[in-house]
């Protein structure tokens, strides 16, 4: 139980372009999604939470324009990276938390590299 | 400001010793602790929790050890295997089951 799921796991895209990244929970609702991004060698860093059919709550220093987050239903988050630069390229990752427990689960993260 | 942090930046230890990672918390009102292993490329996945009403939690394997007098955190892992190689978080609950704060991670290395 408690798996979580990201979609694609690896991406490469032009400076410019933006990219979508998926998030679900396939054996149980997630009332709360988070974001995470962590940069190679170091701890993992929240974005933004996420909780289903409400605005995205934001972390100190994350533009809410350049990282749309949606989401829609109980089992799916999307973040979204706008304009992409190089400077975006890290390893993004997901969790859930579902409505009886305290804890997070993790997805297998998406790595965005842009040239 | 307040937060989670490790005593050790990288552990290696012998196949089938005991090993112990430490983590440090300095927020007192933290009642919510994880500890996390994450494998290369790979997302955090989720080892064991403790409630800080509580000293000590086992798993298979895994013990965790929780002081709130003196905020310290330890994950203990028996005969530690190559498997057993990553990295390990801590994380702590600030927010009654939301936001988490991640510790800056061990690297566990297991020598054959």
């Known amino acids: 139980g408690a798996v979580v799921s990201q979609h694609p796991s690896r991406v490469i895209c032009k400076s410019g372009t933006s990219v979508k990244i998926e998030c679900r929970s396939l054996?149980?609702?997630?009332?709360?999604m988070f974001w995470y991004r962590q940069f190679p060698k170091q701890s993992l860093m929240l974005m933004a939470t996420?909780?289903?059919?409400?605005?995205?709550?934001?972390e100190q220093g994350v533009e809410k324009d350049k990282f749309l987050i949606n989401h829609a239903s109980l089992t799916l988050s999307t973040l979204t990276v706008t304009s992409a630069h190089p400077e975006d390229s890290s390893f993004y990752i997901c969790?859930?938390?579902?409505?009886?427990?305290?804890?997070?689960?993790f997805g297998p993260g998406t790595r965005l590299t842009v040239l | 400001g307040e937060s989670v942090g490790l005593h050790l930046p990288t552990l290696s230890v012998q196949e089938g010793d005991n090993s112990i990672i430490n983590c440090a918390y300095s927020?007192?009102?933290?009642?919510?602790f994880i500890w996390y292993k994450q494998e290369s490329g790979k997302g955090p996945q989720f080892i064991i929790d403790?409630?800080?009403?509580?000293d000590k939690r086992q798993g298979q394997r895994v013990t965790v050890l929780l002081n709130k007098t003196v905020k310290h955190l330890s994950l203990q892992i028996a005969a530690t295997q190559p498997g057993d190689s990553a990295v390990y978080f801590c994380?702590?609950?600030?927010?009654?089951?939301?936001?988490?704060?991640f510790g800056g991670g061990t690297r566990l290395m297991v020598k054959p």
């Open positions: 969790s859930a938390r579902s409505i009886n427990t305290d804890t997070q689960y």
């Open positions: 054996d149980f609702q997630a009332t709360t």
């Open positions: 996420s909780n289903e059919g409400s605005k995205a709550t934001y």
């Open positions: 927020n007192s009102a933290s009642d919510y």
């Open positions: 403790i409630r800080s009403n509580m």
């Open positions: 994380a702590e609950n600030m927010d009654a089951g939301n936001m988490l704060t």
